[in-house]
Structure formats: structure tokens, C-alpha cells
């Protein structure tokens, strides 16, 4: 049993660092979206 609740614990861990991470690119790709956009009612003004 104490195996498995080692299991979990490192499980959590890892699962919060890929939530760390995947937020990190989702910021990332927002932010390319929005200069993107920006640029682009830049070209039509």
C-alpha cells in the first residue's frame, strides 16, 4: 500500500508539472496569436 500511495505522490507531482508546462506553452501560443492579430488590423488601417 505504501507503494502505491509513493506511486500517487510522484504521479501528482508530475501531473502538476505538466499542468506547470502546458500552461506555459498555451500562454505562449495566446500571445503569438494576439500579436498576430494585432499586426494584421495594423496592415488594414
Do not use: G, R
Request: one cysteine or more; charged letters at 20%.
Amino acid at each position: 500500500m505504501a507503494v502505491a500511495w509513493n506511486y500517487l505522490d510522484a504521479l501528482s507531482k508530475f501531473h502538476f508539472t505538466l499542468l506547470i508546462l502546458l500552461k506555459m506553452v498555451l500562454d505562449k501560443l495566446f500571445n503569438i496569436i494576439c500579436v498576430c492579430e494585432q499586426s494584421d488590423k495594423n496592415n488594414e488601417a
